[in-house]
């Protein structure tokens, strides 16, 4: 962890007065991310990178569970690919970035730098499905994409590049896909409540709004604290636009040939923007413990006569926690006191802190403070490991009540997607 100076510490900016400055701020004080020298790109800090990992993780494990399997396809696509789906060109091509040379060549066909894969995919797809028995398919990759539209970059919510993951499937049916659509939007919906603390309306986005080339759209709508709509994770119900223009087909149990039909789905980096943006406050950034890189930091507070007791307390404390499970950090360091302690570990999103003092020592009590509020309360050094996931529960609990109070007044009425019609024949 770097150092930073009393001057630099601190947010400055106010989040209700000044929102894209105090966001920017929060960004680069927590050591989330940097801007990178080439505009609208940034470079993604190993704070800020833990936390997706950490979001990965829970969709990776979800993905796999309900029968995907990842892979990774190349960077670029040729544009003859990109061509065989004219909706896709037509909806993509403002943004697209082309390589058309190789150190001193020429190319002989321009190479798109993937916007989306679909068009580098669905030929692979079509390659491995032949029979009824090789369906559904599911293949996801995690990788980062280029759109060449940003001009103003907001890390996390507008770069030129962004990390996320793209899902990608083949089915009997329209029937299929529709319910896979339907499960990839509904662990969207999980990683929003269940690990991001942010509460989600599902919907269906209007037919000029869409995925290009695609049947319907749903998606998952999460709301900032000034009323406005951040897309959250979008499922896309494709029919058969792409198996037709890719040759996605199988040969049914009676030995006929079908068409495919076809889904896609991802979350990008963006989440990680509304998280920040939804819970942080002008102390700086705020974690749900689910995704905090360290849930509960222990600063010790001590005198020359009692820095021996105060500090073997702490290290008994921090093995403890360890021992269960926690992700804990012990703030040892001599040459920064507990005030400034408290305010960096604030600034950067630790969910709990532990303060530890002689009296916490004589009494066999340690202090929990929540970050969101600043409540504390002085609990026993018994069964201390289960006192601390009870907090951290409630640090959750109140980040996702706080969330959703926020969005109470800007919220529409519930919109629960229903199930579209299937194209007719």
């Not at 599902?202 to 037919?207: A, D, M």
Request: charged share 30%.
């Amino acid at each position: 962890m770097s150092e930073q100076s009393d001057q630099e510490l601190g947010i400055t900016e106010s989040k209700e007065y000044s929102t894209g400055e105090w966001y920017a701020e929060v960004v680069q004080k927590a050591e989330l991310a940097d801007y990178a020298p080439m505009g609208g790109f940034i470079v993604t800090r190993p704070r800020g990178y833990a936390i997706w990992e950490r979001m990965q993780d829970c969709l990776d494990g979800w993905f796999k569970e309900t029968g995907v399997q990842n892979a990774y396809f190349p960077l670029f696509i040729p544009e003859s690919y990109l061509e065989r789906e004219k909706d896709v060109v037509e909806g993509f091509d403002p943004e697209v970035a082309w390589v058309t040379r190789g150190g001193y060549d020429e190319l002989d066909e321009g190479l798109a730098v993937r916007p989306t894969s679909e068009s580098i995919i669905a030929p692979f797809m079509s390659q491995w499905v032949r029979s009824h028995r090789d369906l559904p398919l599911r293949l996801n990759q995690w990788c980062s994409v280029v759109r060449w539209e940003a001009t103003e970059t907001k890390p996390f919510f507008r770069t030129k590049e962004f990390l996320w993951q793209e899902g990608h499937t083949a089915h009997h049916d329209w029937e299929g896909a529709w319910e896979e659509t339907m499960t990839r939007l509904e662990q969207y919906v999980r990683l929003y409540e269940d690990v991001l603390a942010m509460p989600v309306l599902r919907g269906r986005k209007p037919p000029h709004d869409k995925f290009p080339g695609a049947h319907t759209t749903t998606t998952v709508e999460a709301l900032m604290p000034d009323g406005k709509s951040v897309q959250g994770g979008t499922s896309h119900h494709l029919g058969t636009s792409f198996a037709e223009a890719f040759d996605i087909t199988y040969v049914d149990e009676d030995e006929a040939e079908q068409t495919a039909h076809t889904t896609s789905w991802g979350v990008s980096w963006r989440a990680l923007g509304a998280l920040i943006m939804t819970h942080s406050d002008d102390q700086g950034l705020v974690l749900p413990p689910t995704l905090a890189e360290t849930q509960v930091v222990i600063v010790p507070i001590w005198q020359e006569d009692t820095r021996e007791d105060v500090m073997d307390y702490a290290d008994d404390l921090e093995s403890t926690l360890a021992d269960a499970g926690v992700r804990v950090h012990l703030d040892d360091r001599e040459n920064r006191n507990p005030g400034f302690k408290y305010n960096e570990w604030e600034l950067k999103g630790v969910p709990l802190r532990i303060e530890v003092g002689p009296a916490e020592v004589e009494e066999g009590t340690a202090t929990l403070v929540h970050r969101p509020d600043g409540e504390s309360e002085a609990v026993g050094r018994e069964g201390i490991a289960a006192t601390v996931e009870e907090h951290l529960d409630t640090v959750y609990a109140k980040l996702y009540a706080a969330a959703e109070e926020n969005g109470v007044a800007t919220r529409p009425a519930r919109s629960r997607s229903r199930r579209p019609s299937p194209p007719r024949s």
